[in-house]
Structures are given as structure tokens and as C-alpha cells.
């Protein structure tokens, strides 16, 4: 068996980039439809609120690009989401029951084993007192992170990319971006970044599997 300094000298160095939620990570719609019976909210409050309320809208995009706190942002939600919903830790128990998405992150882990380069490009929803990234365990996996909150801009900006091609140090044809939201993938597409959009983990890791030149299944946790 190569060790994986001989296995990168034999498949070019590749970037791979990846989205966290429903990449890294199971699609949330389920864990937070529980979460929200749990709370005694009806099982869509959560997705009406951030998704189609005016107010909840704008607070979710000021936390996004860090022109809020996570705490603040809490307050401000729960709020909306009724008057007996508690501010404490709010994205944090709603995230809590999340699942990773282990064939992912597996694959993750061993493309940086043979050599490639690992970015995290996500959208954030706050890093304190909830750190979404440490609560999974992927945070040490990359080499840079590009989190919506610290760069000031989100997902679909242009800037954005670009700034994940300058902290990878790869040019756009040697790397690969993987996202769950079809809206997000032009943009690095016309960056010449490859796209792989993400609507089933196994279809999604197959796909990443062959554009990193590496086919390791045999060692994924099943799902």
C-alpha cells in the first residue's frame, strides 16, 4: 500500500472545496422539523422564519456577513419564533441534532491524506457561542476556511470564490466545488472551478471520487 506522499505523486494536486450544511453535513430540514415539535413550534417554523419572514430575512443575512453576533442574532429570532422560544444557545439547539455526513467527510480526510488541498467555503450562521464546524469535527480538516462571517461577503458574491482560489493557492482548472445550492455553483463555474451540486451524499462522494482521481469506499463508515 503507497503511502499517501507516493499516491499524491501520482495524481495531480487537486483543490477540494467544500459547502458545509447539507454537505459536511445531513440536509437540516428533518433534524430542525424535530426540533422545531420539540420547542412546540409547528415543524416549518424554522424554515418560514429564516427563509420567508421579511424581518427574519435580513437578520439572517446581517449574521451571514458578521454585521450581527451570533447572540444578537439569537435574541432576535427567537423573537419571531414566538414569545416562550428561549434566546439561549437558539442556533445551537436547533443545530444540535444535525447529523455529519460521514461518507463526506471521509472522503474529505483522504483526499487531504494523498496530497490535496482541503477549503471549507461556507455561508455562516455564527461561530459564538455555537461553532456549527466544531460541534460536527471538520474545522482541523481544512487548510483554509472561508466563512461568510470572517470574509465580510457570502455565497453566490463573486468575491467570494476568488478569494477561496487565493487562500487555496490552486488555479480554478485544479480545483473542485461542492455545494448543496444550485444558486451557489455558477459563480465558480465561471471561475473555470468544477462543480459538483450536492442533492445525495453517496452520488455526490461517487462524483468527488472520480474527479480526484481516488476511489477509497472500502473505508467509509456506512450511512
Known amino acids: 500500500m503507497p503511502h499517501s506522499s507516493d499516491t499524491a505523486g501520482r495524481h495531480e494536486q487537486r483543490g477540494l472545496i467544500l459547502d458545509f450544511a447539507g454537505v ?3 440536509r437540516p430540514l ?7 415539535v420539540s420547542e412546540g413550534l409547528p415543524p416549518d417554523a424554522w424554515r418560514s422564519t ?25 435574541e432576535g429570532t427567537a423573537a419571531l419564533l ?8 437558539l442556533m445551537g439547539r436547533a443545530w444540535a441534532g444535525v447529523p455529519a455526513a460521514h461518507r463526506m467527510i471521509a472522503l474529505a480526510r483522504a483526499a487531504r491524506a494523498a496530497g490535496h488541498r482541503l477549503a471549507l467555503l461556507s455561508n455562516s450562521f455564527g461561530l459564538d457561542p455555537f461553532n456549527p464546524y466544531e460541534h460536527v469535527g471538520v474545522w482541523d480538516l481544512f487548510d483554509t476556511h472561508i466563512v461568510s462571517e ?3 461577503t457570502a455565497k453566490p458574491e ?3 470564490y476568488r478569494l477561496a482560489l487565493e487562500r487555496i493557492g490552486l488555479p480554478a482548472e485544479r ?14 463555474a465561471a471561475l473555470g472551478i468544477t462543480t459538483v451540486h450536492v442533492t445525495d451524499e453517496d452520488t455526490a462522494v461517487a462524483e ?9 469506499t472500502a473505508a467509509y463508515p456506512s450511512t
Not at 54 to 73: D, K, S, T
Open 24 to 26: 459536511l453535513t445531513a
Open 30 to 36: 428533518e433534524a430542525h422539523r424535530t426540533w422545531c
Open 50 to 74: 429564516l427563509g420567508d419572514h421579511p424581518e427574519g430575512r435580513r437578520l439572517y443575512a446581517a449574521l451571514e456577513i458578521g454585521e450581527m453576533g451570533q447572540a444578537e442574532w439569537n
Open 82 to 89: 414566538g414569545p416562550h422560544v428561549d434566546p439561549v444557545d
Open 150 to 152: 470572517l470574509a465580510g
Open 158 to 160: 463573486p468575491e467570494i
Open 175 to 188: 480545483c473542485v466545488f461542492a455545494d448543496d445550492h444550485a444558486a451557489n455553483l455558477p459563480p465558480a
Open 208 to 216: 468527488l471520487e472520480a474527479l480526484l482521481g481516488f476511489s477509497p
